[in-house]
T-cell receptor
Framework: ETGVTQTPRHLVMGMTNKKSLKCEQH?????MYWYKQSAKKPLELMFV???????ENNSVPSRFSPECPNSSHLFLHLHTLQPEDSALYLC??????????????FGPGTRLTVL | GENVEQHPSTLSVQEGDSAVIKCTYSDSASNYFPWYKQELGKRPQLIIDIRSNVGEKKDQRIAVTLNKTAKHFSLHITETQPEDSAVYFC?????????????FGAGTQVVVTP
């Protein structure tokens, strides 16, 4: 394990459901990220949290709502999703700064299917 | 913002041959270039990275080269083995970016046939 965990690993939901994805990092990092990975597309950065403050929202629809209660935990709340939102959702963490290598450590991802 | 293009999208090689993946970036301020490997059903993992103050870095069978003037960098895998089969992603970033954001390429599916 790399120190970044995600639950659940698989999720099937209907378009009217509300669900949440959870990410936890045990690496002492201060930045966390949500990515969407669809087939044949680059990793799409959705949200960035730095020191528990959202610093980036890459034009993500409001049906995706992130939450970062502390530097170790990151959630992605989902509601009224569309079938095209089906993808692998990856969480990552890092400790950016001149004195630290900027490597991002990824979790195993949540495979989301929206029916 | 930064834009990263990666080629080819798929690459088939015979075991023992070399594989080369190329990426170009648009922002001359980018100074950190990692490569991630993602095996089927697994998370992306860093395999090698290079900073803009060096032109080449090597780690066993893997090497990365950087041409800052042309704004492109490449991943070289020599003596390929079946376990090298995976999707490889390049990325560009700035170490001065307080939030550590990466711009990823679209990925290259590498298939090594025995």
């Amino acid at each position: 394990e790399t120190g970044v965990t995600q639950t659940p690993r698989h999720l099937v939901m209907g378009m009217t459901n509300k669900k949440s994805l959870k990410c936890e990092q045990h690496l002492g990092h201060n930045a966390m990220y949500w990515y969407k990975q669809s087939a044949k597309k680059p990793l799409e950065l959705m949200f960035v949290y730095s020191l528990e403050e959202r610093v980036e929202n890459n034009s993500v629809p409001s049906r995706f709502s992130p939450e970062c209660p502390n530097s170790s935990h990151l959630f992605l709340h989902l509601h009224t999703l569309q079938p095209e939102d089906s993808a692998l959702y990856l969480c990552a963490s890092s400790h950016p700064g001149l004195e630290h290598p900027p490597e991002q450590f990824f979790g195993p991802g949540t495979r989301l299917t929206v029916l | 913002g930064e834009n990263v293009e990666q080629h080819p999208s798929t690459l088939s090689v015979q075991e023992g041959d070399s594989a080369v993946i190329k990426c170009t970036y648009s922002d001359s301020a980018s100074n950190y270039f990692p490569w991630y490997k993602q095996e089927l059903g697994k998370r992306p993992q860093l395999i090698i990275d290079i900073r803009s103050n060096v032109g080449e870095k090597k780690d066993q069978r893997i090497a990365v080269t950087l041409n800052k003037t042309a704004k492109h960098f490449s991943l070289h895998i020599t003596e390929t083995q079946p376990e090298d089969s995976a999707v490889y992603f390049c990325a560009a970033s700035m170490t001065t970016d307080s939030w550590g954001k990466f711009q990823f390429g679209a990925g290259t599916q590498v298939v090594v046939t025995p």
